[in-house]
């Protein structure tokens, strides 16, 4: 199956920042969007940023200027670099990714969710 691992949360100044890691491991012949979401305590989950195979990168309003997203197909990984964090950036981060899958019925494309990574930016 496919799997989604997130790393690089943590504990940052407001100010500072981080960047988070999400590499895609499974039998995947390929990865269409892939993209970041995040769920602070008591709300929704909501979209950060997203990344298409080609075309333009997504920015959540509240993330623009700040947020980077890309990616590196050869290492099906997708990045999120975050800078000049606020406190209201705190929240687990979430790796999402729509993944082509090799099965033994035949490929197919399902839609992906990694563990969660927490940032806490302290003010």
């Known amino acids: 199956q496919v799997q989604l691992v997130e790393s690089g949360g943590g504990l940052v100044q407001a100010g500072g920042s981080l960047r988070l890691s999400c590499a895609a491991s499974?039998?995947?012949?390929?990865?269409?969007?892939m993209g970041w979401y995040r769920q602070a305590p008591g709300k929704q989950r909501d979209l950060v940023a997203t990344?298409?195979?080609?075309?333009?990168?997504y920015y959540a309003d509240s993330v623009k200027g700040r947020f980077t997203i890309s990616r590196d197909n050869a290492k099906n990984t997708v990045y999120l670099q975050m800078n000049s964090l606020k406190a209201e950036d705190t929240a687990v981060y979430y790796c999402?990714?729509?993944?082509?899958?090799?099965?033994?019925?035949?490929?197919?494309?399902?839609?992906?969710w990694g563990q969660g990574t927490q940032v806490t930016v302290s003010s």
């Open positions: 499974g039998s995947i012949f390929s990865i269409n969007r």
């Open positions: 999402n990714a729509e993944v082509g899958v090799v099965s033994a019925v035949g490929p197919y494309f399902a839609n992906y």
């Open positions: 990344v298409p195979t080609g075309g333009s990168t």
